[in-house]
């Protein structure tokens, strides 16, 4: 057989594979990936994963199963790591959301969902999730929303605006005020730090001319405006 009649072949085999590949969700199954090209692995992995189970929960649970695989079919934490990235998204796509809530705030509390004994889950991505699949439900076109239920909402929401935390805008403004400070002092010559300070001296000082003109017409103080007295002047003249 010569070398481009081998080649040939090897290309139709490859291509006929291809077309032959299973189909889920509308999607081809990759075969390159040691759980797609496996049905009761992926079925496992996919059921595991949707549940919250951390990378190395999912292979521990794969122990029976890779022992009976070849070592280049058996499933590694890699393997599990690029399914969930790559073609978990695909073929769970109602999960997929729920995932990535579960390894991002994995991430942020520093929970190893890789390498780790335990699950995900953690009780900040649990209410976030709960939260989500709430808010689906609520804008579905065939949910109703009574009116004690929206009037709670309403309370709530404005208890939320009203106890609002003013100190971490305050605290954000002074840092933005220090990197405004920072720039200047690497802009502006040195030679005028002296004339920025005096205006703005002279701008706060202005602004407390002004809050003085205001107070002078403050009639906050002056007795309240009585009707009886001037009837009562009318009928003694």
């Known amino acids: 057989m010569s070398v481009s009649h081998a080649l040939a072949t090897s290309v139709d085999e490859i291509m006929e594979s291809s077309a032959l590949a299973p189909r889920i969700n509308g999607f081809h199954l990759e075969p390159r990936c040691r759980i797609c090209r496996n049905d009761s692995v992926r079925r496992k992995v996919n059921d595991l994963l949707a549940t919250g189970a951390g990378y190395a929960m999912v292979l521990r649970a794969l122990g029976e199963d890779n022992a009976k695989l070849d070592k280049r079919d058996r499933v590694t934490i890699d393997s599990i790591r690029n399914h969930c990235q790559r073609h978990f998204p695909v073929q769970h796509v109602a999960r997929a959301s729920d995932r990535e809530i579960l390894e991002r705030r994995a991430r942020e509390n520093r929970v190893d969902f890789i390498e780790g004994v335990g699950t995900a889950i953690t ?22 929303v ?12 404005q ?48 602004s407390e001319a002004l809050d003085v003109g205001e107070d002078a017409f403050d009639d906050s103080y002056d007795d309240p405006y009585d009707p009886a007295e001037c009837i009562d002047e009318d009928d003694e003249s």
């Open 123 to 144: 009780p900040i991505a649990f209410l976030e999730t709960v939260m989500v699949k709430s808010y689906e439900t609520l804008v579905d076109s065939n949910t109703k």
């Open 146 to 157: 009574d009116v004690n239920t929206g009037i709670l909402a309403a309370g709530r929401l």
């Open 159 to 206: 208890s939320l605006i009203g106890s609002r935390d003013y100190r971490i805008d305050i605290a954000e403004m002074r840092v933005q005020l220090g990197k405004i400070s920072a720039a200047v002092r690497s802009v502006v010559p040195q030679s005028m730090w002296g004339a920025i300070v005096e205006k703005l001296e002279e701008l706060e000082q202005h």
